[in-house]
């Protein structure tokens, strides 16, 4: 049965949004109710938060931009994270996660449901781990009643996507944890269910109570970004066999939500080396059947620490060029502190960076029709159009200031090349 048929959340929104989708992704609104079904496209909208703007992933619409915000044990304050999360609008990302672990996560939560129209993705391991701490119990040690009804509670108050490590298997963390890795475990939440398998020598309660997890999504269209708890956080790791080992589960699990009328993107990789990006996103795209694929990155370098804005933006661009559909920025602070406003101001220009020169290489007439506009403002030395051309226009305006009426910029002035390269009167 069609996945819009069994999934009545899903069905509602589409029939007040599908007309506007349609315009803005330059698709019909037959093939986006197609590719829904087939499970290439994701619709990111639950009806409970108010005011959402239903957003698709998976190509051929836009290739979305999403931001992580959110507390950490060493620095969290409702104010300061109420204004990443405008600065992240502002700067033009399509989605934001919360990955609070630290303060009244419900409080920050709700109120980042009431702050944004963007879709909000949450991980909600981070929550019954951080209650287990709290309650004096290991963060591992939690029953599996206790993260469903997590996951059941978040998507009451509205979250629209869920990272949930469904397929991490107890091989799949051996396979990590034998010694074979450069770097072991990187994901929090995978090193949380890697531990609790360990500890209770049994199977990830994510993937024996699946039916219960699609259960819920069912019913709030929650889409299950199904992650990647196993992905290499050293290049030297990439395409591993722990790594293989999820994505191929994933496939399977893909396949099952659609059976039973819910939407799934797929997580995935972090560090992969510049000549593996195109293998390594090909790859996961056949073993989990189209699905939408959600990047971090990918990481290019592991050399890039302060800069891995840089590296992951490098890596995004490929790998939208080869099929990845939603890139997860990474920020100046990646690996070394909490990021502040202006890191997520700069993530989200680096990623979008990335999405317009993957969707200009793709031949995307949006994106192409961006690229001319912007070299025939140069050309006519049109500041004003330079500046709503460019990705940052308020960048562009602040540095063009006191040349931008005149004929030259700043850089060239009486040997402006354009200049001189005019017929002379």
């Known amino acids: ?101 630290a303060g009244d996560l419900d409080a920050i939560r709700v109120r980042m449901l009431a702050e944004t129209a963007l879709p909000l993705g949450t991980v909600p391991i981070y929550a019954v781990a951080g209650a287990c701490a709290k309650d004096g119990r290991d963060p591992s040690g939690f029953e599996p009643g206790e993260l469903l009804e997590e996951v ?56 024996t109570h699946y039916d219960a997890l699609l259960d819920i999504a069912r019913a709030h269209n929650v889409t299950l970004s199904l992650g990647d708890g196993l992905r290499p956080g050293a290049g030297c790791d990439a395409g591993d066999p722990a790594q293989w080992e999820e994505v191929l589960t994933l496939g399977v699990l893909a396949r099952r939500a659609w059976a039973a009328g819910v939407q799934v993107m797929i997580e995935g990789p972090g560090h992969v080396p510049l000549h593996l990006v195109q293998a390594q996103i090909q790859g996961i795209k056949r073993a989990t059947f189209g699905a939408p694929l959600y990047v971090l990155g990918p990481l290019v370098t592991d050399t890039a620490a302060g800069r891995d804005h840089i590296a992951g933006a490098i890596g995004g661009a490929l790998a939208a060029q080869y ?14 502190c909490l990021p502040d406003a202006r890191d997520v101001h700069e993530g989200v220009l680096a990623s979008r960076i990335a999405a317009q020169a993957g969707e200009a290489a793709l031949g ?43 004929k030259e910029c700043g850089m060239c002035g009486k040997f402006c090349a354009i200049r001189m390269a005019e017929p002379e009167v």
């Not at 619709?43 to 938060?49: C, E, G, I, K, Y």
């Not at 703007?53 to 619409?61: C, D, S």
């Not at 009451?156 to 991490?168: A, K, N, P, S």
């Open 323 to 336: 099929g990845a559909d939603f890139l997860c920025y990474l920020t100046p602070a990646e690996h070394l």
């Open 364 to 406: 995307r007439p949006w994106a192409v029709k961006r690229e001319q506009e912007m070299s025939d403002a140069r050309m006519k030395l049109d500041w004003k159009r330079m500046a709503d051309s460019a990705l940052d226009p308020c960048l562009v305006r602040a540095r063009s200031q006191g040349t931008e009426h005149g």
């Open 152 to 207: 059941e509670k978040q998507a009451r108050q509205g979250v629209d996507f869920m990272t949930l490590h469904c397929g991490l298997t107890k091989r799949g963390a051996e396979l990590a944890q034998d010694g074979s890795r450069m770097l072991g475990i990187v994901s929090r939440g995978g090193a949380i269910l890697a531990r609790w398998m360990r500890r209770r020598g049994e199977e990830n309660p994510l993937l």
């Open 1 to 101: 049965m069609p996945i819009t048929t069994t999934n009545k959340a899903l069905s509602g929104i589409l029939d007040r949004h599908c007309a506007e989708l349609a315009a803005l992704e330059h698709m019909s609104q037959v093939e986006i109710r197609s590719r829904i079904n087939q499970g290439s496209l994701a619709l990111l909208a639950n009806p409970a938060h108010k005011n959402v703007r239903p957003t698709l992933i998976g190509q051929p619409a836009r290739v979305k931009v999403n931001a992580n915000i959110g507390t950490s044990p060493l620095a969290s304050g409702m104010a300061e994270e109420t204004d990443k999360l405008k600065v992240a609008e502002t700067a033009g990302a399509d989605a934001v996660m919360d990955l609070s672990t």
